[in-house]
């Protein structure tokens, strides 16, 4: 695969908490994975095996304590603070489980957030993209009230919206619709799901949920820090669910 | 949200809405502080400039006189031999040598701005059977004035000093009887009398000036004293009071006579002054230190509730510098809304002590002159201590780690 069209590349990525005390243990064991452009991948596995800390390091939240992690082909441990705090900002977008939106701004100020602290100052164009996104959305009607103010699908998809301000190669979403009532994650996924779709954005999804997982281009397995499979779904399975689920 | 503001601004202006009755309380004690302090400086000035006017009425800020004469022994006869006692030298009243040139020296000394030649020495009164005792100071007017409010002080009569013209205080006239135009005799102790016209009579508002000093013209002071030609010393003003003992250092050092400043001649008074301005800076950085550790106890709080949207932020891709400098606006913002409400209750704290000091006549006790020295210096240090106190909480959001942040 050329490295122009890898969105993403781990190269035996380990990490440790509590280093250099008898407390050391080692979550991520070796991690290899490549995510090409346009990917709408999963990331599955049971409890504390070590999903959410692969996505801040994947995030640029945690930094690896060995192995190499290219993004768009730069190689992130050779940044200093600054640069990959611009890298992040510029090409992964988060969507936590909660959606983690500011409460003192508006749903459009929020959208606009990643945008802002990237240029320092408001403008027309960051006001007129955030105000697309909320469109695309469905929430353009919701885009001057408090978060607040939102119930929690309409939350989450302005945490989706703030995920593609800064239009990034890259979204990462931890659970994205573990908070949700299942017409709501519905909602959520699906608009996941036509982002990839309509700009090539690539998605890692880290989910709980195995039909959710069904319903992604590649599942990727985490067991204790390794991963235990890996493999395309060839037959991705489509439409709202109606089974009902709860995390 | 404001096109023009920053990010930091927008952020540090909703943080600190979102927490408004913490901003406010905080607002408000810092106000309380500014206020404590300018309406104790603006009153220790206004007191101690009072005292200075007062004192410097009827005194001049530096005054030359000729050196002490000092015993000589003559020593001789066996070598090695040392005088075990010397008397001192009792002082007579003697003339500045070459005083013209000395007059012209200390004018042109920086700092200064009139001076004028004095004649002075002890005398008698005498009207009738009254015999006081008096200092008499010869003037030459019109310089004099310059150094010294005399005319100000003048309740009867004209400050005109002709040869024959004396003007005394209003203790003086009641003791012998006198008023304007009435004559009075002067003696002196060497014999010398002169008889000579009350032609003012002034009022220093201080009893020992007003029975004591006598102003007469310097020529008739030279005769009656002895010092024909000469002067017993020369006053100074200068800009600056609280210079003068540099300036009379300068002086002493350049002329080689003695220049008393009145900062050591009331060295007393100087030193209750400086143990107020002292109180007045210790009770300035105990309420300054208050308000920093108020304001650093609600960022500290601030920086706790919010780790998460700090956390949020900095994914987002805020700088640690934005996160950093968006704690240190809200502190220096609290610093200046609350210095500016602080000068308001100064002010009005000010207010209700005009109302309450006054003398019996309804004349204010002291005047009290605010300079907006004033409250810009207070305005600007809230400001700085208000970003200093933000220093701690805000280097320890910058310090969050997203990731820690986030999982909280």
New interface residues.
Partial sequence: MAEAAQTLRLEGVRKSYNTGTPLETEVLHGIDLVLARGEFAALIGPSGSGK?TLL?VI?L??PPNAGRLFIEGREAGKLD??EM??L???AIG?V?QYH??????TAL?NV???A???R?????EMRATAAGLLEEVGLARWRDKKTGELSGGQQQRVAVA?ALA?KPALVLADEPTGNLDTQSADGVFELLRSVNEASGTTFLIVTHDPRLAQRCDRIVELVDGRIVADRPNVAPSRGPRTASWSP | MNRFAPFEWIAAARFMREGLAQTLLIVLGVALGVGVIVFMSALIAGLQSNIIRRTLNYMAPIEIVPPEQVARPQRGGQPGSVAALVQPRSQQLRSIDQWQKVLAAVERTPGVVAVTPIVAGPGFALRGDANKAVNITGIDTESYLRVIGLADKIVAGRLLLGTSDIVIGIELAKDLGAGVGDKLRLTTAGGAAETLTVAALFDFGNKGVNERNVYIALRTAQNLLDLVGGVSSIEIKVEDPFAAETIAQDIQAQTGLEADSWIKTNAQFFTAMAAQSLSNTLIRFFVGLTAALGIASVLVVSVVQKSKEIGILRAMGASRGQVLRLFLLQGAFMGLVGSLLGCGLGMAFLAAWRGVARNPDGTPIFVIVVEPKLFVMAALGATLVGTLAAVIPARRAARLDPAVAIRG
């Fill in positions: 959410s801040n995030g939240l945690d603070d600054g705090t611009r992040r900002g510029r988060f936590f983690y939106l500011l409460p003192a701004f100020e606009m957030m990643p802002l602290a990237a320092g100052r408001p403008d027309d703030r800064m």
